[in-house]
């Protein structure tokens, strides 16, 4: 499944907080390359094995109620979204692999 842009909250709020499965979000900065380009997300993101997960990015200049809502400390923060509750986050720079282990934990 492709990675989908977050352009609003109400957008989040369907995709995410209603959902009945697992989302994993990435906010990012399009201002700071480091925190676009995540090692491993969009790969993941088309592995089989997640063909259930939901994967969106989030830039926090477009939607600024829902970066005020995660408040993320540094950029790229990843959040695992499980039935629409929070239950993971990932601040920083991660590997792919983590990520994957990450998501298959809350499967």
Known sequence: MSVQEIS???????????????????????FEQASVDLPGFDETSEDPAFSEVKFFKLDIETVPD?????????????????????????????????LREMV????
Do not use: C, R, W
Request: no cysteine; charged share 15%.
């Open 66 to 98: 829902v970066t005020q809502q995660l408040q993320p400390s540094t950029l790229p923060t990843v959040y695992i979204f499980k039935a629409g509750v929070q239950v993971a986050d990932f601040p920083g720079q991660i590997p792919g692999e983590v």
């Open 8 to 30: 609003s909250k109400g957008q989040f709020d369907q995709e995410i907080e209603q959902a009945s499965g697992v989302a994993v979000v990435k906010a990012y900065a399009p």
């Open 104 to 107: 298959n934990m809350h499967l």
